[in-house]
């Protein structure tokens, strides 16, 4: 594994300023009005996401999953691991418990390399901070049947690609809007999973060394 890759991904997640809204809202849906940068209500929960990095295939990927169609919340929306903050934790700490919960992957073995900027999903009233982790091999996935209907394991090279982004119209409370997205297959990526992605993507982009190289495994 390019360990230098990953200790260059932390070194930029731990020196400010990072992209933050300068990218993510390029990939807000419309009519948003920027409510996911500002504050959030009282009601607000605290919450924490998890983009996991790792090689396979001469590939860096990260997992995703499709949220099961009978959850609450942003049913059958694509989604990075994650969820609320339980009582005592950290954003961190969050992180890693619902990536085990989620994807059945151990907190051993996995190392944070750094938070990206935290942002207000305003339609759940949750603030979100990602954080950014790998591990040295591609893990071995054991879902929750409760918390994904499907795992999405994604190469980071796909999305960077300008060709695997596109625009598709979503009616919401009887208004059209038109959302961003990245295209994995027949799935959309959107939203605040976009628009955390589209950060670390920046982030990325900013690193040392020819792009090639850094997207790719050695």
Avoid at 28 to 34: R, T
Avoid at 72 to 81: D, E, K, N, R
Avoid at 98 to 114: A, H, I, K, N, W
Wanted: net charge neutral.
């Amino acid at each position: 594994m390019n360990e230098k890759f990953l200790d260059e991904i932390a070194l930029r997640l731990s020196t400010p300023p990072l992209p933050g809204r300068t990218v993510q809202r390029q990939l807000e849906p419309g009519l948003c009005y920027g409510r996911h940068f500002g504050p959030p209500t009282y009601r607000a929960r605290e919450a924490a996401v998890v983009a996991l990095i790792y090689p396979h295939a001469g590939e860096w990927y990260l997992p995703l999953t499709v949220r099961p169609a009978t959850l609450p919340a942003h049913a059958g929306q694509i989604s990075l691991p994650g969820g609320a903050i339980e009582p005592g934790e950290t954003t961190a700490q969050a992180a890693l418990r619902e990536m085990e919960e989620e994807l059945g992957v151990p907190s051993r073995g996995v190392s944070l390399l750094g938070p990206l900027s935290p942002i207000y999903v305003f339609v759940s009233e949750f603030l979100v901070t990602p954080w950014v982790a790998s591990i040295e091999a591609r893990p071995q996935f054991r879902l929750s049947a409760e918390e994904v209907n499907e795992l999405l394991e994604v190469p980071i090279q796909h999305l960077m690609d300008p060709a695997h982004r596109g625009r598709h119209a979503r009616r919401q409370r009887g208004i059209e809007l038109s959302v961003p997205h990245f295209i994995w297959g027949r799935h959309r990526i959107w939203g605040t999973t976009a628009m955390i992605l589209s950060e670390l993507f920046a982030v990325l982009g900013e690193l040392p060394g020819e792009r090639h190289a850094r997207c790719y495994p050695a």
